[in-house]
């Protein structure tokens, strides 16, 4: 069975700086995707960014990136130029390539402050 | 466009009795997926539905029940409630099943078990 491991379960970073969080993962597949998400204190889950395992790029949003190592199950999520509104808790989760989109696999999750 | 709406936001029922939770989805999304969140085991995939049938279910007991309504909203059970089951459990919708269907999650229902 896959798991999703996120060992920060608290992160503090300041204002305007960048923060990694980071996930592990394990799998036997070789295809799948991988996503982080988002949640304020409102409890609504945000989709941040999304890579496919099959793409060696690392993908981008904005302030927003990962770093996918594949070899390593390793997928990262770094916030640059931090804002106030970045704080909440971070989830990274797994999706089996064959599996269908609404049944993912999370991590604890990474509660994220940022100091003014 | 109105986001996936979760009633109630918080509920409070007693151990042994059951429950019903609502989800509506995003209009024109035919596929809900419901989460239980808790501290102690985060976010548990409970099941999916699509067009009224269940196409995937998590690692739980029989007592949690779901459908899905012509109108794609979502309804999940559980019964003979437990201490246990106290947890956010949250419902997320998509046009589709595939990747470039992404999930759009609700703001919750707070289920409290005393």
């Known amino acids: 069975a896959q798991t999703v491991t996120q060992s920060q379960p608290e992160m503090s970073v300041q204002e305007a700086e960048t923060v990694t969080l980071s996930c592990t993962y394990d799998?036997?597949?070789?295809?799948?995707?991988l996503f982080w998400y988002k949640q304020p204190p409102s409890r609504q889950m945000i989709l941040v960014i999304r890579?496919?395992?099959?793409?060696?790029q690392n993908a981008t949003e904005n302030r927003f990136s990962v770093n996918f190592q594949k070899a390593a199950k390793s997928f990262s999520l770094k916030i640059s130029d931090s804002q106030l509104g970045d704080a909440a808790m971070y989830f990274c989760?797994?999706?089996?390539?064959?599996?269908?989109?609404?049944?993912?696999?999370f991590g604890k999750g990474t509660k994220l402050s940022v100091k003014p | 466009k109105a986001g996936v709406t979760q009633t109630p936001r918080y509920l409070i029922k007693t151990r042994g009795q059951q429950v019903t939770l609502s989800c509506s989805p995003i209009?024109?999304?035919?596929?809900v997926s419901w989460y239980q969140q808790t501290p102690g085991q985060g976010l548990q995939f409970l099941f999916e539905?699509?067009?009224?049938?269940?196409?995937n279910k998590g690692n739980f007991p029989g007592r949690f029940s779901g459908r899905q309504f012509s109108n794609s909203r979502s309804e999940m059970n559980v019964s003979t409630l437990e201490l246990g089951d106290s947890a956010l459990y949250l419902c997320?919708?998509?046009?589709?099943?595939?990747?470039?269907?992404?999930?759009?999650f609700g703001n919750g229902t707070r289920l409290t078990v005393t």
């Open positions: 209009s024109g999304h035919r596929s």
């Open positions: 539905y699509f067009s009224e049938t269940q196409r």
């Open positions: 989760a797994y999706r089996s390539a064959g599996g269908s989109q609404g049944n993912l696999i």
């Open positions: 890579q496919e395992a099959y793409k060696q």
């Open positions: 799998t036997s597949e070789s295809d799948y995707y």
């Open positions: 997320a919708s998509s046009l589709g099943t595939g990747l470039n269907s992404p999930l759009h």
